[in-house]
Structure formats: structure tokens, C-alpha cells
């Protein structure tokens, strides 16, 4: 069966919204409490909302998450980049990451074994995960396959472009598919 929203909402109070100057974390003023969106498919909704979707509803590989209001994460259909460079060679390396934005009062959210799994799995295709409290402030989470000592690594501070890019902007970055192994 089709997944559906019900009363969710939770990915309209999470994510930044640019043409309504909406930030992440931020309550959408077309939110409507128990209704949903007040423009949902009228001509005050921004596109970006018209495009997106989220990986639970579509089900994307997400067979074993709960609806994103009991998990408390939102699992984002459009991926990222992030920078990392390298100390040693001074190398730049763009890594393409999962969007996963989380709700600010859950913050251990992201511990959710399933989720765990999800991103174990998406590591496997050379994609990191990135969890989200707002457009700046994020955790990046490298699952074992990224190490040769199969652990995981959640880095909060030395990253670069943790921001949120455009599409052009990551076209631009991921010319290949990139993959990164952390050393010890
Ligand atoms: S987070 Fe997903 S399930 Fe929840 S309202 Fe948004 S699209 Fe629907
Ligand atoms: S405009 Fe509608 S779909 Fe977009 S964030 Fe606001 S309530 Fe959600």
C-alpha cells in the first residue's frame, strides 16, 4: 500500500523554504494544524515544495523507518555535498551525503538503529550522511564501510560546506562518484 503524510508535517516545519524567507526548524506559515499545507497545489506554493519529497513517503529503500513524526528525522530525496580535505596532501574531496534533517528537540534522533542501517547501506554506495538541525549546524556521519577499521564516525567540526548547496552547485562538485576511505 501507498505510504501516506496523515497528520505528519513534519518535513514543512524542518526544512528551509528560501522564497518564503522560511529557515530550517522554522514553522511554515502556510501550515495549517491538522490540515496540512494551506497552498498544496495552488499557485502560493513555492516550487520547491511542488518537487520535493521525502524518502519515507515514496519509500525509498525505507521499508523498516517510522512515519518521519515518530522518528523524528526527515529523510531528504535530493542528496548534498560536502568538502573534506585531506590534512596531509591538502587535497579537497567532494563527497556526496544523504540529507537527513532532524528535529531540534529529538537530537539523538539520528541514533535510530534502522536509520543506522539506511545509512550502513548508502555508505556501501560511497554516500555519507549528513544530519541537519538547521542550514549551518550539522553532523556528518561516515558509516564502517568508509573506514578500513569498520567504524563509525560522526565528525561535528572541521568540515567545510556542511552549508546547503544549489543543484548547479553540486552538478559543478560531483563530476564522478566520489568515495572517501578514513585512515586511523
Ligand atoms: S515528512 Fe514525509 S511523511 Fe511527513 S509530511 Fe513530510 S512528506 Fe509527509
Ligand atoms: S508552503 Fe506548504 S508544503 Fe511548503 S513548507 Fe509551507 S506548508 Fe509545507
Known amino acids: 500500500m501507498m505510504r501516506q503524510c496523515g497528520d505528519c ?81 591538502g587535497e579537497k574531496q567532494n563527497i556526496q551525503v544523504v540529507q537527513i534533517w532532524i528535529d531540534p528537540k529529538h537530537p539523538d534522533a539520528h541514533r535510530d538503529p534502522g536509520l543506522r542501517r539506511f545509512m550502513f547501506r548508502r555508505a556501501e554506495e560511497g554516500k555519507a550522511a549528513i544530519v541537519r538541525y538547521n542550514a549551518k549546524e550539522a553532523i556528518v556521519i561516515f558509516a564502517p564501510p568508509f573506514d578500513i577499521n569498520g567504524q563509525w564516525h560522526e565528525i561535528t567540526s572541521g568540515m567545510q560546506s556542511v552549508k546547503t548547496h544549489t543543484l548547479d552547485e553540486m552538478m559543478a562538485a560531483l563530476g564522478g562518484e566520489a568515495r572517501m576511505v578514513i585512515e586511523p
Open 9 to 89: 508535517q513534519l518535513c514543512c516545519r524542518l526544512l528551509p523554504v528560501p522564497p518564503l524567507g522560511k529557515k530550517g526548524g522554522e514553522r511554515c506559515k502556510h501550515q495549517k494544524f491538522g490540515k496540512g499545507c494551506a497552498v498544496y497545489h495552488k499557485p502560493g506554493m513555492p516550487p520547491e515544495c511542488a518537487i520535493w519529497n521525502c524518502r519515507w513517503l515514496v519509500n525509498d529503500d525505507t521499508d523498516d523507518l517510522s512515519r518521519p513524526d515518530r522518528s523524528h528525522y526527515v529523510i531528504d530525496i535530493m542528496p548534498d555535498f560536502i568538502t573534506v580535505n585531506h590534512d596531509e596532501t
